[in-house]
């Protein structure tokens, strides 16, 4: 009988099976047929998810490789769940924007790579954690290098050897681990972090270790460069699925591995920490600013996006002082509502540069448009739509997250959360200077046979817009999924 | 009836909300029902607004509040609320009766533009998040409706997109606006993070309550704080010095946008807040002055003297209304900050009329003058439209402040009262004296320009605005008269209604003698105005026709004043141009700087590559090649007994065979 979660795993790997096999040119019907078969899974986890149970649900283990202790474990609690979610969200959202490169390699490379975030989000067991981390390294390498754009190869390689430079840093930690305490069950070692799993050099070896693995892949500033040339090479539905969810595999392992396993380390080197976090606020979006590239520049929020994720978590888990359970329970329900957030906001933007993209013949520079409202109204107005929730607008999603990590890391880290509100107000600029540009003003001539929104592309916008809404106006059902794993995790931390 | 709408407040806000969805969904031909449904939601909150009203008179101090959860993160609970009390409900009133006025204003003011569908769905959705604003018992929600005026605002400002002057005015809204609303979100968290809760009264528990307030009150310095970067967020939406820069360029939206939203309703949300959360910045107050309070009062002097100054020297018709506009924010602004909470508040209330009023009749002037703006190019408009010319100089009245039968006179004179009383300094009072004068100066100048005189290029073949614009003009005067009948000293109602006491009727207090100063202030200002402009737009002795008569006194003054202090310039050069340089130079530290890092990490891994290679080609390498370099030649010299010839190898193994047996035979 094989359980819920590793059909999940599985079901994009038959995916990408049968796109290679099936006899059409165009492998997307086939694709997201899949694609439906896993959400519904995913789906279906969500129905008979217990939200209050405190321990992994649907755990599945079987040995695998006893010689040294590495199981075949999975199981998801909230924030795993969360993040299944979000895959089998963003993966068809991908799927459906445009310029799709075609073929049916391409579907076949995104789906293994959606079969590898799943298990990255479930696994329970380094080893097969760091198996699925890694196989999701190698589409995402193909991708960009395959069906990228201009400068394609360096972006790919530059992206490949960054993060993969960072994973074998994180494998020699979890060697060093391994070889002090027996084991790379996540359950145990988080357990026995609060104790030090490790002493003396050997600690900051594998803290460090870690630190810049995860740091490179969310990404953190200054490990970031890689991302800009990557988002904005990668094929829009690439991009989407980059800023989406592989770069919240960064996040989950900072919530999920370092900060259970180090708290002392975490503690003594917090301010610092930190000030990356409001770097990577502050610098982030300034440089964004400075963008005539829409991708690029997109590409820039989402390091300042996540870099709210990282300031939540940081003021938690490193301020010398214990945050009060309010401000504990605030940071992380607004760490993982952001996670979320970002994933469909993020890819949101993506979806609509892609269109306009489509539309001027692959040019997307700030300064291609001008006046679009007056020819795609329709186009401009739900793009507007998602460059508010990103810029934290309340009645839309992002700002229900934006408004909890400040209120929890401002109790514990108030400096550093004053100085990040200024991340809040250059992303505003950044969007209004963008409205401007492409929307407003006289009609570019390169403009004026755009069509509006298409019905197709309609039917993709509408409901992830709507999501935005309902998130921004009634998020609690998104609260229910991980609110125990919340409380869970701030008992750990405190 | 009324109790039932008590505990139902959310559906006054969320009327014009619904009106405004279906509104966006409609195409864009179908003008009459985006008006009608509009108007309709309008109406419709206007009637709920007075159901509402009504059970606030019945006990002195009334105050109910509905709350509720809005989620749970973790184990906490983040609960919103509606309140309704005499300030809310006072302010919905003006609200919802000024904005169905503006509606049907607009139903003929936009009559001719292409996309009236849209013009009315934004409207109503401002109008949805005003109300909301108002009735909001919790910060973040207060927040959240403070945040979507702002976005309604600024659709409506650029809402005629295509002109590159409405989007930059529209960006320089939002941002300038969010640099206060950032200090808002600042202030609002640290409240949270004092007081536990966000909710303003909630059975003893709220943030403004007792529990809460003590609190704060266990370092006062800190509620200080707090309530100053509050006030950021205020000083941003009502135009308060050094924020103030975007008001005058939001001129560039329609007028009944100016009228609804930069006069009457929205720029005087700062206002409603510093109230709302009042006790906030009077906590620890000592004779009613705290360092917070003092702040609020000279950036409110500041604000109302020098919007005032620039009033004088400005040519939009628009623009003075709107600098005005500044100025008796300011003037708001000092009242609350002096102690005149219920002041500051009617204040809020007549202007919301008697602006309304005059930026309605300056629309209806634009509407006749075929978009003109310009008050040297028209003039003898008091002719052909005399409607708009008596309701514009009622509104002019009222807001110069001219005492007994205008509302602007009686809460003007409460608001000096206030600021006369005040213990922390006296020339307060006195500057808001040069004020008053200065009110009515630009008020007169601009009237003569625009309405006496000969016409001139603009104002010829003008006709009066149709009635659905009149309409809204006369049903405004009339509020902007009578409603001073609730202001008097003699019957001060509402002023007894806002502070929860009851009214007495004593005619002697209509008599005081600081009452006479602003009379002599007030007709000073007139009549300077008049005798100075009296030929304003004719040539005048050495004077040409369109130099302006105090640009003819005092040129550099009038320069000074025309280019709004320079103000613009200032913050062109220093703070837009630093952050521009913020941008480029991460832009560069990214590109250069720290993928330089990398690009460094890259090449030493290149060159140890290099090494590698070169030590494998020359060392290692070369010693297996001499190895198997051997190995092939003896191969050679081997493989040559392959010759594959059956024969030979017979043969050698016969003498193969042959040397065997003769070693067997040997050894044996």
Known sequence: MVGLITAIIFVPLLGALAVCTWPQKNGRPIALMFNVISAACALGLWWKFDTAATELQFVERHEWIPAINAEYLVGVDGLSLLLVLLTSLIIPFAFLARPLPGGRGFYATMLVMQSALYGTFTAQNFVLWFLFYEMSLIPAFLLIKIWGGENRDRAATKFFLYTFFGSVGMLLSFLGIYFAKGTFDFTTLASLGKHGLLTGRLAWLAFAGIFVGLAVKVPLFPFHTWLPDAYQTAPTGVSMVLTGVLSKMGVYGFVRLLIPLFPNQIKIVGPWLLVLAVCSIVFAPLAAWAQRDLKRMVAYLSINHLGYCMLGLFAVAASPVVAAEIDMHAALSGVFMQIFNHGITAAALFYFVGLLEQRSGSRRSVDDFGGLMQRTPLLCGWMSVAMFSSLGLPGLNGFIGEFLIFKGSFAVAAAFTAIAVIGLLITAIVFARAMQSLFSGPLAESCSAFPDLLRKEKLVVVPVTLLMFVIGIAPQFMFNIFNTTVVQMSRLLS | ?668
């Open chain 2, 1 to 668: 009836m009324s109790s039932w709408i008590v505990t139902n407040l959310w559906l006054i806000p969320a009327l014009p909300f619904a009106a405004s969805l279906v509104i966006l969904s409609l195409s864009n031909v179908r003008r009459k029902s985006a008006a009608a449904l509009a108007v309709i939601g309008q109406l419709l909150a206007l009637a709920f607004s007075i159901l509402a009203f009504l059970p606030t008179l019945q006990t002195h101090g009334f105050r109910v509040v509905q709350n509720f959860n809005w989620f749970t993160f973790g184990e906490q609970t983040l609960r919103l609320g509606f309140i309704l009390d005499p300030l809310a409900a006072a302010m919905l009133m003006m609200i919802a009766l000024v904005g169905l006025c503006i509606f049907v204003f607009s139903v003929g003011y936009m009559a001719e533009d292409r996309n009236f569908v849209r013009f009315f769905a934004y409207l109503s959705f401002f109008s949805g998040a005003m109300l909301g604003l108002v009735i909001a018992n919790s910060l973040v929600l207060l927040f959240i409706f403070w945040e979507l005026v702002g976005l309604a605002s600024y659709l409506l400002i650029g809402f005629w997109i295509e002109r590159p002057s409405a989007a930059a005015a529209a960006k320089k809204a939002f941002v300038t606006t969010r640099i206060g609303d950032m200090g808002f979100f600042l202030g609002m968290l640290w409240l949270y993070n004092r007081s536990g809760t966000l909710l303003f009264y909630d059975g003893g528990n709220g943030c403004l309550e007792s529990a809460g307030l003590a609190m704060l009150g266990a370092s006062p310095a800190v509620a200080g704080f707090i309530a100053l970067l509050i006030f950021c967020g205020a000083a941003g939406k009502s135009g308060q010095f050094p924020l103030h820069v975007w008001l005058p360029d939001a001129m560039e939206g329609p007028t009944p946008v100016s009228a609804l939203i930069h006069a009457a309703t929205m720029v005087a949300a700062g206002v409603f807040l510093v109230a709302r959360v009042y006790p906030l910045f009077s906590l620890g107050a000592i004779n009613g002055v705290t360092p917070s309070l003092t702040v609020v009062v000279w950036i409110g002097v500041t604000t109302a003297l020098m919007a005032a100054l620039i009033a004088v020297a400005q040519a939009d018709i628009k623009r003075i209304l709107a600098y005005s506009t500044v100025s008796q924010l300011g003037l708001m602004m000092v009242s609350l900050g002096v102690g005149g909470v219920a002041a500051g508040i009617m204040h809020l209330l007549a202007h919301g009329f008697f602006k309304a009023l005059l930026f309605l009749g300056s629309g209806s002037v634009i509407h006749g003058c075929h978009g003109e703006h310009d008050i040297r190019k028209m003039g003898g408009l008091r002719r052909p439209m005399p409607v708009t010319f008596v309701t514009y100089a009622i509104g002019m009245m009222a807001l110069s402040g001219v005492p007994f039968f205008f509302s602007g006179g009686w809460t003007k004179e409460e608001i000096l009262h206030a600021t006369a009383h005040w213990p922390r300094s006296h020339a307060t009072y006195y500057l808001m004296l040069a004020g008053v004068v200065l009110t009515a100066l630009y008020m007169t100048r601009q009237i003569i320009y625009v309405f006496f005189g000969n016409s001139r290029s603009a104002s010829e073949r003008v006709h009066e605005s149709p009635r659905v614009m009149t309409t809204p003009l006369i049903v405004l005067a009339i509020c902007a008269i009578f409603f001073s009948v609730l202001l008097t000293p003699a019957w001060p109602w509402l002023h007894t209604y806002l502070t929860g006491e009851s009214a007495q009727f004593e005619l002697v207090r209509l008599i005081q003698p600081m009452f006479f100063v602003s009379l002599v202030l007030v007709g000073a200002g007139i009549g300077f105005g008049i005798w100075m402009y009296r030929n304003a737009g004719a040539p005048e002795r050495n004077r040409p026709a369109e130099i302006d008569p105090l640009e003819y006194a005092q040129p550099a003054l009038f320069r000074f004043l025309a280019n709004k202090m320079w103000i613009d310039e200032l913050y062109n050069r220093t703070v837009v141009a630093f952050s521009w340089m913020a941008a480029h130079l991460s832009d560069w530290m990214d590109r250069y700087f720290w993928d330089g890092l990398v690009r460094g990490f890259g090449a030493i891994g290149q060159l140890f590559a290099i090494f590698t290679t070169s030590v494998d080609e020359r060392g290692i390498n070369a010693g297996v090649d001499e190895t198997t370099a051997g190995a092939r030649s003896l191969g050679r010299v081997m493989s040559t007994a392959h010759s594959g010839q059956i024969q030979t190898y017979l043969g050698v193994v016969a003498i193969g065979m042959l040397a065997l047996l003769l070693l067997y035979a040997w050894l044996a």
